[in-house]
């Protein structure tokens, strides 16, 4: 680490070292450094020259390339609005010797800026130091001693909880600079506590290639200083929701702590803005207990009082106050048009609902709004609270709520059966142990989720061997199951797995999954249409796996085995022998394979319905094989041959004729496509995007 004290204010710092990532364009494998997230540590290297370097850390994926990927029937997705106008696809977790308040980031970008859409920084609670042995004072930086010797391990000391120090309010790439390298420092929010971990997160949605990151510095000060008028005006941090009477504590205790409410930038919940409103609605308990309401409202300017009769509701007006013994103007809504309402409340709102009344509670404990539920976008507002909150929604049918924690009744004792989640997605849930395994455990075994078909839990610390045996279990009907990036369950976790009968999807990507982990989930599941193999390191021979593909999933469709570098031309015959329907299939930085083994010619003539290829740094490549894929594969629709040597312009200009459903070609580092050629076809095909990669 090297940091420096300016004015003895200020502290500036570079990353010490790399917590956690979501994703990495380079290999796995310790000793390699080209591509690879761990490049971010230390100073800038690049800066300030701008282009393809190796010693950048680069994501896996860019642009709406991938997004295809998943063929799926019941890739129903959550339709409810979410609060954010972006999605973040990849996040790296850094780490700094030195804990500060945080007064600048400065992201050192240096190819295709522009991804980055939110900074976190994760709040620490640290043991008091004991006085030093020389001296009766204690050491004010306390919280930073165990860090002068080595870093600490994950999970950091008494992690509390993650704020928003900055996210962008465009739904994308948000570089305005154009073409070269930057340094890019948003004006935070205010952070009134120490930090040493950030998270940056990335949308790569609207990039046009590979975003490169060189470095990361931290500005911050040991002591805490509110912004004055000479600074540039920053936001208070976010505060916890604990402002409620005994009696809503008590009405509604699963739900106090959901989620933290937005920045002051974010919509306000719904208690917050009667003041606002003409009629100067609001809303109190009556003394009974009975959530009765009275309204108060300003318009009604009578002096005499009148009682009125409408259905089931009674009105009392006297001394310009109403008093209604249901729910005020709710009250004349029938309850279709409320439901339909609280359908288009984004996630966090319809949950804080539940805190405005028992008209609202009711409604927003309606399971058919929570039977589709993504939490990936409030994965830092997410707790345990939460969890308790959607297994009170749906309690399993064995297990029913009570005020001191949960009961186990038998079947016999329930009155019905409870409706089940169908579609979950909790990815990053639990970074930063937020949400520990033991939690999520709990969760699976006490929620209804015996009509769960699709769970997405990419990237998520709460997930163990424990949790993956109980989602079996409790999941009998899975039909989509994607733990990318779960590093946390072994490979004997990783085959309970093989108990589930009928996926269709399967994400293994960057886990320790295994050959026996593998063989038996494709054996059991010959329904399998998608499943990715990318950067499992324990999987020693793909050529089984290929084997026993072909032998058992005849109706696969997508194929990624990213960096597998045991796949030869054996383990490509053996597919094409029982799988005839494949369309996307990324063999990219499969070493093992060669032209002169024609495994690309029976590839192509194979598989006619391929609207993606990805062979990308094959440098056996030949004209002969993309000739190939030219006349036998007319849907393709991606083609990458990254870093191809013996591939020629004629060549491509055939394929760009060819392949008229083609629009993305990756022609990066190919010796004999020079900017002046990659200009030229451009030109002549524009409604391709043909990539070229550089360095200046």
Request: hydrophobic share 30%.
């Given at each position: 680490m090297k940091f420096k004290e300016e004015q003895a204010r200020y502290v500036k710092q570079y990353v010490s070292g790399i917590l956690d990532y979501s994703s990495q364009y380079g290999s796995e494998n310790a000793r390699s450094f080209s591509y690879s997230i761990s490049n971010v540590v230390g100073e800038p290297k690049i800066f300030p020259k701008y282009g393809d370097?190796?010693?950048?850390?680069?994501?896996?994926?860019?642009?709406?390339?991938?997004?295809?990927?998943?063929?799926?029937?019941?890739?129903?997705?959550?339709?409810?609005?979410?609060?954010?106008?972006?999605?973040?696809?990849?996040?790296?977790?850094?780490?700094?010797?030195?804990?500060?308040?945080?007064?600048?980031?400065?992201?050192?970008?240096?190819?295709?800026?522009?991804?980055?859409?939110?900074?976190?920084?994760?709040?620490?609670?640290?043991?008091?130091?004991?006085?030093?042995?020389?001296?009766?004072?204690?050491?004010?930086?306390?919280?930073?001693?165990?860090?002068?010797?080595?870093?600490?391990?994950?999970?950091?000391?008494?992690?509390?909880?993650?704020?928003?120090?900055?996210?962008?309010?465009?739904?994308?790439?948000?570089?305005?600079?154009?073409?070269?390298?930057?340094?890019?420092?948003?004006?935070?929010?205010?952070?009134?506590?120490?930090?040493?971990?950030?998270?940056?997160?990335?949308?790569?949605?609207?990039?046009?290639?590979?975003?490169?990151?060189?470095?990361?510095?931290?500005?911050?000060?040991?002591?805490?200083?509110?912004?004055?008028?000479?600074?540039?005006?920053?936001?208070?941090?976010?505060?916890?929701?604990?402002?409620?009477?005994?009696?809503?504590?008590?009405?509604?205790?699963?739900?106090?702590?959901?989620?933290?409410?937005?920045?002051?930038?974010?919509?306000?919940?719904?208690?917050?803005?009667?003041?606002?409103?003409?009629?100067?609605?609001?809303?109190?308990?009556?003394?009974?207990?009975?959530?009765?309401?009275?309204?108060?409202?300003?318009?009604?300017?009578?002096?005499?009082?009148?009682?009125?009769?409408?259905?089931?509701?009674?009105?009392?007006?006297?001394?310009?106050?109403?008093?209604?013994?249901?729910?005020?103007?709710?009250?004349?809504?029938?309850?279709?048009?409320?439901?339909?309402?609280?359908?288009?409340?984004?996630?966090?709102?319809?949950?804080?609902?539940?805190?405005?009344?028992?008209?609202?509670?009711?409604?927003?404990?309606?399971?058919?709004?929570?039977?589709?539920?993504?939490?990936?976008?409030?994965?830092?507002?997410?707790?345990?609270?939460?969890?308790?909150?959607?297994?009170?929604?749906?309690?399993?049918?064995?297990?029913?709520?009570?005020?001191?924690?949960?009961?186990?009744?038998?079947?016999?004792d329930k009155n019905k059966k409870n409706k089940s989640m169908e579609w979950l997605k909790f990815s990053w849930l639990g970074g930063g142990e937020t949400i520990t395994s033991e939690q999520f455990t709990t969760f699976l075994s006490i929620t209804q989720l015996s009509m769960l078909r699709h769970l997405d839990v990419t990237s998520s610390p709460c997930v163990s061997d424990e949790s993956l045996k109980l989602m079996v279990e409790c999941t009998p009907l899975l039909r989509h199951l994607n733990i990318q990036s779960c590093d946390k369950p072994t490979s004997e976790g990783i085959r309970i797995l093989g108990d589930l009968k009928f996926l269709k999807y399967l994400n293994l990507y960057r886990t320790q999954a295994d050959d026996a982990g593998v063989i038996c989930l494709i054996q059991n599941n010959s329904d399998l249409e998608n499943i990715n193999l990318g950067s499992c390191l324990k999987i020693s021979d793909f050529n089984r796996i290929f084997e026993e593909i072909g032998k058992n999933c005849r109706k696969m469709k997508t194929i990624d085995v990213w960096r597998a570098k045991t796949l030869t031309s054996q383990g490509i015959e053996d597919l094409l022998r029982g799988c005839r329907k494949i369309q996307r299939l990324d063999l990219g930085w499969c070493i093992g394979l060669t032209s002169n083994s024609g495994s690309f010619d029976r590839l192509a003539q194979s598989c006619p319905n391929l609207t993606k290829l990805f062979l990308t740094a094959n440098r056996t490549l030949c004209d002969v094989d993309v000739l190939k894929i030219a006349d036998f594969c007319p849907k393709l629709e991606l083609l990458d041959i990254l870093g191809t040597r013996l591939v020629t312009r004629p060549t491509i200009e055939y394929l760009l004729t060819k392949c008229d459903k083609l629009k993305f070609l990756d022609l990066s580092f190919c010796y004999s496509f020079g900017a002046d050629v990659i200009g030229s076809l451009r030109a002549n095909h524009p409604h391709v995007s043909i990539k070229r990669s550089f360095q200046d």
């Open positions: 370097y190796t010693q950048a850390a680069v994501m896996r994926t860019y642009g709406r390339w991938w997004d295809g990927d998943v063929i799926d029937d019941l890739m129903c997705k959550d339709t409810r609005p979410q609060s954010s106008n972006f999605r973040s696809d990849d996040y790296i977790d850094l780490i700094f010797e030195q804990a500060v308040y945080p007064w600048s980031i400065a992201i050192y970008e240096t190819y295709n800026p522009g991804g980055l859409v939110r900074i976190l920084a994760m709040c620490e609670q640290f043991p008091d130091l004991p006085q030093t042995s020389n001296n009766n004072e204690t050491n004010e930086d306390s919280t930073n001693l165990d860090l002068h010797k080595r870093l600490i391990p994950m999970p950091p000391y008494g992690c509390s909880r993650w704020e928003v120090l900055w996210e962008s309010s465009e739904s994308g790439c948000h570089n305005k600079s154009g073409r070269g390298a930057r340094m890019f420092a948003p004006i935070l929010h205010e952070l009134d506590h120490q930090t040493r971990i950030i998270r940056l997160e990335f949308c790569h949605s609207n990039l046009d290639y590979y975003t490169e990151i060189d470095a990361v510095e931290l500005t911050g000060t040991l002591h805490f200083y509110r912004s004055s008028s000479v600074d540039p005006p920053l936001h208070q941090p976010q505060t916890s929701i604990q402002q409620m009477t005994d009696e809503d504590v008590s009405e509604s205790k699963v739900d106090l702590q959901l989620l933290q409410p937005p920045n002051p930038n974010s919509p306000q919940p719904l208690n917050f803005i009667e003041e606002k409103t003409t009629s100067q609605l609001s809303l109190h308990n009556n003394n009974s207990g009975s959530g009765d309401v009275i309204i108060t409202n300003d318009v009604t300017q009578h002096d005499d009082v009148t009682t009125t009769q409408h259905d089931d509701i009674t009105t009392t007006q006297h001394d310009n106050v109403i008093t209604s013994t249901t729910y005020g103007y709710f009250s004349f809504l029938p309850c279709e048009i409320m439901d339909k309402i609280f359908g288009y409340l984004p996630l966090p709102a319809l949950l804080r609902t539940s805190k405005v009344c028992r008209l609202f509670r009711d409604h927003s404990y309606q399971q058919r709004h929570l039977v589709r539920v993504d939490l990936q976008p409030y994965w830092h507002l997410a707790d345990v609270h939460l969890l308790e909150s959607l297994s009170a929604r749906f309690p399993h049918d064995g297990v029913r709520e009570r005020s001191s924690g949960v009961e186990i009744i038998e079947e016999d």
